[in-house]
C-alpha cells in the first residue's frame, strides 16, 4: 500500500479547515499535544502539521489565486528518515507512511532540514518532532465507522478538495483522480518521490462544463427561481 | 538558514581540535619510523590537552542545540544511514583511541611501538572521518544547494587541519619545539589553500540553482508570487529557514571572514620574524573568530527551498 492524499487545487478554497481540523485531531491523538507558545498574543507560534498558502499565478487579467495546503508528502525517497541518528523518524513498509516515535525524538532538526517541503516542525515546549501522520490514529479504526476512517482534514474539506487512498491501487479514487487530471508531485527535480499529489486548475471552460453536466432539471429549475428572487 | 551558535563554535572548535591533534600523531609517526627522533613530552601533554578540550567543548556544545537532549544518546543507534549518527560515533571513538594510544607512549617510555603507531594511525583515521562525517550532514541535505554541493565536505576537512596545523605551529613556537614539519610553512600552505577553497565555494553557491517558485507549487508555464503566507505571526519554518541578511553585508562579511580567517594569519606567519612570537596566539584566536563568522556565513548564505513557498522566487 501507498497511502496519501490528492489536494484538488482547483476547488480548494483557501478556508484553513483541514489545518484546524488536523490540529484539533492531533493534538489529542498519539503525537500530541501540538502546543502553542502564547497562543493569546501579538505573536502566537506553535506546531501545525499542515499549512495553506495562497499564490496568485500569471499576470492579470489571466491571474488566479490558488490556494495550496501542504502537509508531509510520506515521500517514496524521504531523506527526513535517512538523516535522523536516532531512529526516531521511520517510514512504514506496509503503508509508506512517515512517522516519528515521539519518545526517541531528540529535537536535533535535521529532518526539518532535510524536507523540503517544510512538512516538520519542532514542538515548541516538548522539543520532539511533529509531523502529520495521516491520521494513523483514525484510518485503521475499527470502532469508527467505516466512511469516517479518514484523516481528519479529508474528513472536514468542505469543498471535496482533499482525497485520501491508496496510490498503488490502479483502480483507486487517488489513482484515477491522478491519471484524469495530469496530478502531479512538487518539486520533483529533488527527487523525493512525494506520494501526495496535487491537482492543477482546470480551463474555466471546462470547469463549467463538468458542473453544467451533472445539474439536473429541478436544480435548473431551482437555480432560475433564484435568479428570479434576487433580481 | 537560522545560524545556532551553539553548532558554530561545535564546528569550529572541534574541527581545530581534532585537526591540531592529526598534526601531533603525524608529527609522533613520522618521528618514529621516518626521523628516528624522540617524542617531545611536553608539546604531546600541551597539544592533547588543548586538543581534547577543544573537542570536548565543541561535542558538549553541540548538545546544546538540541531541543530534547535526554535522548541524545540515541543519537549513536543510526550509524548505517544517518551522517550525524556517524559523526557522533566517530567522535566518541576517538577518545578511547587516542587515550589507549598516549598509554601505551607512557608505556614504551615515548617510543612509537608498532600497537601505538597502530593506534595512532586509528586516531588520525578516525579524526578526519568525525570532520568528513560533519561535512556530509551538511553536504547531504538536497534542499538547501548552498550546502549540498561538492565543495562542502573538502572545505570542513581543509579548515579543520588548517587550523590544526596553526595551533600546532602556535605551540611549537611557545615551547621553541623543533617540529619535525615546517608548520609554519605548512599553515601559510594550508591557509591559502583555505581561502581558495572558500572562493570557489562562493562562486559555487553564486550559480543559479534548480528549483524555483515554479518547480515548488508545479505552476511552471507562469509567474508565481505569493499572495498570503497563511500565518500572522513567525512559524518554525520562517524562524529556521526565513534568516535574511542584506546581500551588501553578507559580500562585506565574506570578505572579513576571509581576512580574520586566512589572510592575516598568513601575512603573519609569513613576516613571523617581525614580531615577537607571542602574537601567535592572538593571531591563532583571530583565526578561529575568522573560522566562527565563516561558520556563520555557511549558514547566513544557506537557502533552504521552503523558502520558495514563502515567496522567495529562486533558491
Same mark, same amino acid.
Given at each position: 500500500?501507498? +497511502?496519501?492524499?490528492?489536494?484538488?487545487?482547483d476547488?480548494?478554497v483557501?478556508?484553513?479547515?483541514c489545518?484546524?481540523a488536523?490540529k484539533?485531531?492531533?493534538?489529542s491523538g498519539t503525537i500530541?499535544?501540538?502546543?502553542?507558545?502564547k497562543p493569546?498574543d501579538e505573536?502566537?507560534i506553535?506546531?501545525w502539521?499542515?499549512r495553506?498558502?495562497?499564490?496568485?499565478v500569471?499576470?492579470a487579467?489571466?491571474?488566479?489565486?490558488?490556494?495550496?495546503?501542504?502537509?508531509c508528502?510520506?515521500?517514496?525517497?524521504?531523506?527526513?528518515?535517512?538523516v535522523?541518528?536516532t531512529?526516531?523518524s521511520?517510514?512504514?513498509?506496509e503503508?509508506g507512511?512517515?512517522?516519528?516515535?515521539?519518545?526517541k525524538?531528540m529535537?536535533?532538526n +535535521?529532518?526539518?532540514?532535510?524536507c523540503?517541503?517544510?512538512?516538520?516542525?519542532?514542538?515548541?515546549?516538548?522539543?520532539?518532532?511533529?509531523?502529520?501522520t495521516l491520521?494513523?490514529?483514525r484510518?485503521?479504526?475499527?470502532?469508527?465507522?467505516e466512511e469516517?476512517?479518514q484523516?481528519?482534514?479529508?474528513?472536514?474539506?468542505?469543498t471535496?478538495?482533499?482525497?485520501?487512498?491508496?496510490?498503488?491501487?490502479p483502480?483507486?479514487t487517488?489513482?484515477k483522480?491522478v491519471?484524469e487530471?495530469a496530478?502531479?508531485?512538487?518539486?520533483p527535480e529533488l527527487?523525493?518521490?512525494?506520494?501526495n499529489?496535487?491537482?492543477?486548475?482546470?480551463?474555466?471552460?471546462?470547469?463549467?462544463?463538468?458542473?453544467?453536466?451533472?445539474?439536473? +432539471?429541478?436544480?435548473?429549475m431551482?437555480? +432560475?427561481?433564484?435568479?428570479v428572487?434576487?433580481r | 538558514? *537560522?545560524?545556532?551558535?551553539?553548532?558554530?563554535?561545535?564546528?569550529?572548535c572541534?574541527?581545530?581540535g581534532s585537526?591540531?591533534l592529526v598534526w601531533?600523531?603525524?608529527?609522533h609517526?613520522?618521528?618514529n619510523?621516518?626521523?628516528? /627522533? #624522540?617524542?617531545?613530552?611536553?608539546?604531546?601533554?600541551? &597539544?592533547s590537552?588543548?586538543?581534547?578540550?577543544?573537542?570536548t567543548?565543541?561535542?558538549l556544545s553541540s548538545?546544546?542545540?538540541?531541543?530534547n %537532549? *535526554?535522548?541524545a544518546?540515541?543519537?549513536?543507534?543510526r550509524?548505517r544511514?544517518s551522517?550525524l549518527s556517524?559523526? /557522533?560515533v566517530?567522535?566518541?571513538l576517538?577518545y %578511547?583511541?587516542?587515550?589507549?594510544?598516549?598509554?601505551f607512549?607512557y608505556?614504551?617510555?615515548?617510543?612509537v611501538?608498532?600497537?601505538a603507531t597502530?593506534?595512532? @594511525?586509528a586516531a588520525?583515521?578516525?579524526?578526519?572521518?568525525? @570532520?568528513y &562525517?560533519?561535512?556530509?550532514i551538511?553536504?547531504?541535505?538536497?534542499?538547501?544547494r548552498?550546502?549540498h554541493?561538492?565543495v562542502?565536505?573538502?572545505?570542513?576537512?581543509?579548515l579543520?587541519?588548517?587550523?590544526?596545523?596553526?595551533?600546532?605551529?602556535a605551540v611549537?613556537?611557545? #615551547?621553541?619545539y623543533?617540529s619535525?614539519?615546517?608548520?609554519?610553512?605548512i599553515?601559510i600552505v594550508?591557509l591559502?589553500f =583555505?581561502?581558495v577553497?572558500?572562493?570557489i565555494?562562493?562562486?559555487?553557491i553564486?550559480?543559479? =540553482?534548480?528549483?524555483?517558485i515554479?518547480s515548488a507549487?508545479?505552476f511552471? #508555464?507562469?509567474?508565481?508570487?505569493?499572495?498570503?503566507?497563511?500565518?500572522?505571526?513567525?512559524?518554525f519554518?520562517?524562524?529556521?529557514f526565513?534568516?535574511?541578511?542584506?546581500?551588501?553585508?553578507l559580500?562585506?562579511?565574506?570578505?572579513?571572514a576571509?581576512?580574520?580567517?586566512?589572510?592575516? %594569519?598568513?601575512?603573519?606567519?609569513?613576516?613571523?620574524?617581525v614580531f615577537?612570537m607571542?602574537w601567535?596566539w592572538?593571531m591563532?584566536?583571530?583565526?578561529?573568530?575568522?573560522?566562527?563568522l565563516?561558520?556563520?556565513?555557511?549558514?547566513?548564505?544557506?537557502?533552504?527551498?521552503?523558502r520558495?513557498y514563502? =515567496?522567495d522566487q529562486?533558491?
Amino acid at each position: 500500500m501507498k +497511502l496519501g492524499l490528492v489536494i484538488d487545487l482547483d476547488t480548494c478554497v483557501g478556508c484553513h479547515a483541514c489545518a484546524t481540523a488536523c490540529k484539533q485531531w492531533n493534538t489529542s491523538g498519539t503525537i500530541g499535544p501540538l502546543s502553542d507558545e502564547k497562543p493569546y498574543d501579538e505573536d502566537p507560534i506553535g506546531s501545525w502539521l499542515n499549512r495553506i498558502r495562497s499564490y496568485e499565478v500569471d499576470d492579470a487579467p489571466n491571474s488566479k489565486t490558488v490556494h495550496m495546503p501542504m502537509s508531509c508528502m510520506h515521500c517514496e525517497n524521504a531523506d527526513c528518515v535517512t538523516v535522523c541518528p536516532t531512529g526516531a523518524s521511520y517510514k512504514r513498509e506496509e503503508d509508506g507512511i512517515v512517522l516519528i516515535d515521539q519518545d526517541k525524538c531528540m529535537g536535533c532538526n +535535521l529532518c526539518a532540514w532535510a524536507c523540503p517541503y517544510g512538512a516538520r516542525e519542532l514542538d515548541p515546549d516538548q522539543g520532539v518532532m511533529k509531523k502529520c501522520t495521516l491520521c494513523v490514529d483514525r484510518i485503521y479504526d475499527d470502532q469508527l465507522p467505516e466512511e469516517e476512517r479518514q484523516p481528519a482534514c479529508v474528513l472536514t474539506c468542505p469543498t471535496n478538495s482533499r482525497v485520501f487512498g491508496d496510490f498503488d491501487d490502479p483502480n483507486s479514487t487517488v489513482s484515477k483522480l491522478v491519471v484524469e487530471r495530469a496530478g502531479k508531485g512538487l518539486m520533483p527535480e529533488l527527487g523525493y518521490e512525494p506520494t501526495n499529489q496535487y491537482l492543477p486548475p482546470r480551463q474555466p471552460r471546462e470547469s463549467e462544463k463538468s458542473i453544467g453536466e451533472s445539474v439536473s +432539471l429541478a436544480e435548473k429549475m431551482k437555480r +432560475l427561481a433564484n435568479r428570479v428572487i434576487f433580481r | 538558514m *537560522k545560524p545556532a551558535f551553539s553548532v558554530l563554535f561545535f564546528t569550529v572548535c572541534a574541527g581545530a581540535g581534532s585537526g591540531l591533534l592529526v598534526w601531533l600523531l603525524l608529527e609522533h609517526l613520522w618521528l618514529n619510523w621516518v626521523a628516528d /627522533g #624522540q617524542v617531545n613530552i611536553k608539546v604531546t601533554l600541551i &597539544c592533547s590537552v588543548l586538543g581534547l578540550s577543544m573537542l570536548t567543548l565543541g561535542l558538549l556544545s553541540s548538545t546544546l542545540h538540541l531541543a530534547n %537532549p *535526554k535522548n541524545a544518546w540515541r543519537a549513536f543507534s543510526r550509524f548505517r544511514t544517518s551522517w550525524l549518527s556517524r559523526e /557522533g560515533v566517530f567522535a566518541v571513538l576517538f577518545y %578511547p583511541v587516542f587515550f589507549l594510544y598516549l598509554m601505551f607512549l607512557y608505556k614504551a617510555d615515548w617510543a612509537v611501538n608498532l600497537t601505538a603507531t597502530v593506534l595512532g @594511525v586509528a586516531a588520525v583515521l578516525i579524526s578526519i572521518a568525525t @570532520v568528513y &562525517c560533519t561535512g556530509m550532514i551538511y553536504a547531504s541535505l538536497k534542499p538547501i544547494r548552498q550546502w549540498h554541493n561538492s565543495v562542502t565536505v573538502p572545505s570542513y576537512l581543509i579548515l579543520s587541519l588548517m587550523s590544526g596545523a596553526v595551533l600546532m605551529h602556535a605551540v611549537a613556537m611557545i #615551547q621553541e619545539y623543533e617540529s619535525v614539519f615546517n608548520y609554519s610553512l605548512i599553515s601559510i600552505v594550508a591557509l591559502s589553500f =583555505g581561502l581558495v577553497v572558500k572562493f570557489i565555494y562562493f562562486r559555487v553557491i553564486g550559480m543559479p =540553482g534548480t528549483s524555483s517558485i515554479n518547480s515548488a507549487t508545479g505552476f511552471s #508555464q507562469a509567474r508565481v508570487r505569493l499572495m498570503d503566507a497563511g500565518h500572522t505571526s513567525d512559524t518554525f519554518l520562517t524562524n529556521e529557514f526565513g534568516f535574511d541578511v542584506a546581500t551588501i553585508r553578507l559580500l562585506r562579511l565574506r570578505w572579513l571572514a576571509c581576512g580574520l580567517a586566512f589572510l592575516l %594569519p598568513a601575512l603573519f606567519l609569513y613576516f613571523s620574524d617581525v614580531f615577537s612570537m607571542y602574537w601567535i596566539w592572538p593571531m591563532a584566536l583571530t583565526m578561529l573568530i575568522g573560522l566562527l563568522l565563516e561558520r556563520w556565513l555557511f549558514f547566513a548564505e544557506a537557502r533552504h527551498v521552503v523558502r520558495l513557498y514563502h =515567496g522567495d522566487q529562486t533558491n
